[in-house]
């Protein structure tokens, strides 16, 4: 049971764009933080960047910051991630996640609840 399902990924070269999705199955995220997450071959699965579920503040990894966007279309329940100028090195599965319930704003990867089931991201250079 996927509770998250994310889309959007592919191949592209270096210096491209892509825009991830994650919309919500079987159940309502309206009112949670969300995190997107990536997993690299022979790597730990590391944070990318996070939304909150009040006011959508934006927090990102130092490695993506000023190229990663994510936002919110809560009619929708989906959150984005808008990928800009992408690098060899943002070859991943990119997951999206939620806490375990709404009205909570979590930091620690361990903390996130709900996850989905991931969609590849490869940059060829």
């Known amino acids: 049971q996927v509770a998250l399902v994310e889309s959007g990924g592919g191949l592209v070269q270096a210096g491209a764009s892509l825009t991830l999705s994650c919309t919500a199955s079987e159940r309502t995220f309206r009112q949670y933080a969300r995190g997107w997450f990536r997993q690299a071959p022979g790597k730990e699965r590391e944070f990318v960047g996070r939304?909150?579920?009040?006011?959508?503040?934006?927090y990102y990894a130092d490695s993506v910051k000023g190229r990663f966007t994510i936002s919110r279309d809560t009619a929708k329940d989906t959150v984005y991630l808008q990928m800009n100028n992408l690098k060899p090195e943002d070859t991943a599965v990119y997951y999206c996640a939620a806490p375990p319930g709404p009205y909570m704003n979590v930091v620690d990867q361990k903390q996130y609840a709900y996850w989905g089931q991931g969609t590849q991201v490869t940059v060829s250079s």
């Open positions: 939304i909150t579920w009040n006011i959508g503040s934006t």
